[in-house]
C-alpha cells in the first residue's frame, strides 16, 4: 500500500517532469523550456519557491491548485499520481503574452 510520503513522492517527480518537458513561447518569441518561475507564475505565485518545494516533495499541494496544474498541462489530476507518468511521451508548448 502507498503511503502520503510515496504519494507525495510521486507528484513531486511528476510535476517535475511535466514541467521540464513543457516549452514556453515568450512574448518576444522566444521559446524556453518552462523554470518554476514561469510555473509560479501560471499557478498564481509570486516566485519559484513554492514550485520548489512541491518539486521536492516538501509541501503538498492544494486542490485547488492542483486543479490549474493539470489545466496547465492539460492532464487530468490521476495521471498526476500515476508512477509511469515519466515514462510516457509529454511535450507540450504554452504561449505567453505581455498580459499574464
Do not use: C, H, W
Amino acid at each position: 500500500m502507498d503511503t502520503i510520503k510515496d504519494i507525495s513522492n510521486t507528484l513531486a517527480s511528476n510535476l517535475r517532469f511535466l514541467r521540464i518537458n513543457t516549452k514556453v513561447k515568450r512574448y518576444n518569441g522566444k521559446t524556453v523550456y518552462m523554470s518554476q518561475t514561469d510555473l509560479a507564475n501560471l499557478v498564481g505565485y509570486k516566485n519559484a519557491q513554492q514550485i520548489s518545494k512541491y518539486e521536492l516533495g516538501v509541501d503538498q499541494i492544494k486542490a485547488t491548485k492542483l486543479y490549474k496544474i493539470s489545466k496547465i498541462f492539460d492532464v487530468s489530476i490521476e495521471k498526476l499520481f500515476q508512477e509511469d507518468l515519466p515514462n510516457t511521451k509529454f511535450d507540450k508548448l504554452i504561449e505567453l503574452n505581455i498580459y499574464e
